[in-house]
């Protein structure tokens, strides 16, 4: 009796407890996505960009096959076995390859295949002249257009045409800096970064806190070569660069800020996505940032988040060697098959739960505090717009009781109070007499302000949204989080994130505090889904019944 069943639907669902559940857990990872994990039966989901992006790593249906059938529990419907093969033979029909003698072309072992795809209205620009039945010209511009409209159309191509070097510029791992301990990449990082380049390209997931940065410093080493880095803000621009200060041979001399702030193009230069997407006259200016060298290495850090014009400008940059970087592919605007064809397919990925138990980052508890509005608030709420009623909610007079509750309950530990509404955080930071960053705190008080908790001069910070995305937070250990950015599965992601860097075995506490019997709570719901997926199981507490002792400890 197997620990898995498979169903015609492409749902897989896998009994945790079964002793064979963590072998199948491991062998159906590359190629089946995880769509639930709660207590027991673990859901998982077959998918066309899952399949490809296993065949992509080099899995091929055989194996696929094969998995299902020894770990399932009953016998595996046939139809789903056809469509597993047949699926994943689509990928590589349609590969994109070096002529000796005609550049860049479009080649095939199905002709028909390739006259299909070229009759499509979508790919008739994107390609010169045909060669033969099996090979046509593809203009060397049109690369990565080339590979999203083929994934659009069911015919994912193997890009196999190559990168070039880029301008070299030697880049070693530092493994004891200024006489600092001595440090190793951790078993998965290393792993991470082989998978990557043995790839070519493609994106490595790994949850928040387990050292993302590491891995780009360490394909970095291995491509030995000028990298532009682009990242959320100019805040984790500086943390990156400080990062490759401790832990490369770099230079500060050869590490350049590209931001609001400066305009520096150096061997390795640090951008953010603000600064290359800001529009003038209807134009992007900075794009050209990713023409101003010869690039061997683009790195993305939060990929998720990646905006529209870097799209665009990456399907030009195809002959660049990509890595995303990324704690969940999930985005809310479904552009993951972008992702694929424009950086590369997931070539690592290591559930949030593995790291954990192998102690590199630390285990959280999820609360989520449910608040009854008083009669007044719900009346307002129930007269409202329905536009409206979530800030009302989100934003009740009741929850903030209940935040400022919370924080003094842990007194004396690191603690973040996030929320999405300024004014409702301005009002919060006041009541606690504990100092904000919001978008208009400059980033020279942001960066004293992270290094005044960090270092334990401060132990209470109130954060917008500004803080979501890649802000290293270490000693974090206690979060509140009196609003999100509605359903944004993304965000409760990164906010839990804050907390998850190892604490000497204290376990980390989140807090979500929601409106009960409003668009609150159903936003909140859907939030919590991908940590639920990732293993964290939620707690319901009622604040009306938290005891005495709980509210106003010592």
């Given amino acids: ?3 898995l069943v498979v169903q015609s639907d492409r749902t897989l669902l896998l009994e945790v407890n079964h002793p064979d559940a963590e072998a199948c857990r491991i062998a159906i990872a590359p190629f089946a996505e995880l769509e639930r994990a709660p207590e027991h039966i673990h859901t998982y989901r077959l998918t066309p960009l899952g399949l490809w992006n296993a065949r992509a790593s080099g899995h091929d249906a055989e194996q696929v096959v094969d998995t299902l ?3 399932s529990r009953y016998p595996v419907p046939s139809s789903l076995l056809i469509d597993v093969a047949e699926t994943m033979g689509r990928y590589g029909r349609l590969r994109i390859e070096k002529h000796p003698t005609q550049g860049l072309v479009l080649t095939t072992s199905d002709p028909p295949v390739l006259t299909e795809v070229t009759r499509s209205a979508k790919v008739k620009g994107l390609l010169g002249a045909r060669i033969d039945d099996e090979t046509v010209a593809v203009h060397p511009s049109e690369r990565g257009n080339l590979k999203q409209v083929l994934l659009k159309l069911g015919w994912p191509a193997e890009d196999l045409a190559g990168y070039v070097d880029g301008e070299a510029h030697a880049i070693a791992l530092d493994h004891a800096p200024d006489d600092s301990p001595a440090w190793e990449l951790r078993p998965y990082q290393q792993h991470a970064a082989d998978a990557f ?21 360490a ?9 532009l880095i682009l990242v959320t803000n100019t805040v984790s621009a500086r943390q990156w660069r400080d990062e490759l200060l401790r832990r490369t041979s770099l230079t500060a001399d050869e590490i350049g800020e590209y931001s609001g702030a400066r305009k520096e193009i150096r061997p390795v230069t640090i951008a953010t996505y603000q600064v290359v997407t800001t529009k003038r006259d209807g134009i992007h200016p900075h794009l050209e940032l990713f023409d101003a060298r010869d690039w061997g290495l683009v790195i993305y850090d939060e990929v998720h988040l990646l905006p529209a014009p870097v799209f665009r400008m990456t399907a030009h940059l195809q002959a660049r060697r990509r890595l995303g970087l990324t704690a969940t592919l999930v985005r809310e605007d479904g552009r993951e098959g972008d992702v694929f064809s424009l950086i590369g397919p997931k070539r690592f990925d290591a559930p949030w739960k593995d790291i954990e138990a192998q102690g590199w980052i630390a285990p959280a508890d999820c609360v989520e505090v449910r608040v009854t509005l008083t009669p007044d608030e719900r009346m307002a709420y129930a007269l409202a717009d329905p536009d409206v009623r979530y800030r009302l909610a989100a934003t009740a007079d009741s929850k903030t009781q209940v935040v400022l509750d919370l924080v003094r309950r842990h007194q004396g530990a690191p603690r973040l109070v996030i929320g999405q509404y300024v004014d409702q955080l301005d009002e919060i930071a006041e009541a606690l007499d504990a100092p904000i960053i919001k ?4 980033t020279k ?14 132990d209470l910070l109130v954060v917008s949204k500004v803080a979501n995305f890649s802000i290293d937070l270490p000693t974090a250990q206690v979060a509140i989080q009196v609003s999100g950015a509605f359903g944004s599965r993304q965000e409760e992601a990164q906010r839990l994130g804050r907390l998850l860097r190892p604490k000497d075995g204290l376990t980390a506490r989140f807090y979500a505090v929601v409106a009960r019997d409003t668009v609150d709570a159903d936003f909140a719901q859907h939030r919590q889904r ?13 604040a009306d019944q938290l005891d005495d002792d709980q509210r106003h400890p010592g």
């Fill in 197 to 217: 380049w043995h790839g070519g390209s493609g994106v490595v997931v790994l949850p928040c806190g387990a050292g993302k940065t590491i891995v780009g410093a």
């Fill in 1 to 3: 009796m197997g620990p």
């Fill in 219 to 227: 394909a970095m080493a291995r491509a030995q070569s000028t990298t």
């Fill in 445 to 458: 008080r942001r960066e004293q302000l992270y290094a005044d908790f960090r270092s334990g001069k401060i």
């Fill in 69 to 71: 059938i020894t770990f």
């Fill in 439 to 442: 978008g208009a705190t400059t």
């Fill in 530 to 542: 991908f940590l639920a997926e990732q293993g964290y199981a939620y707690r319901i507490a009622d």
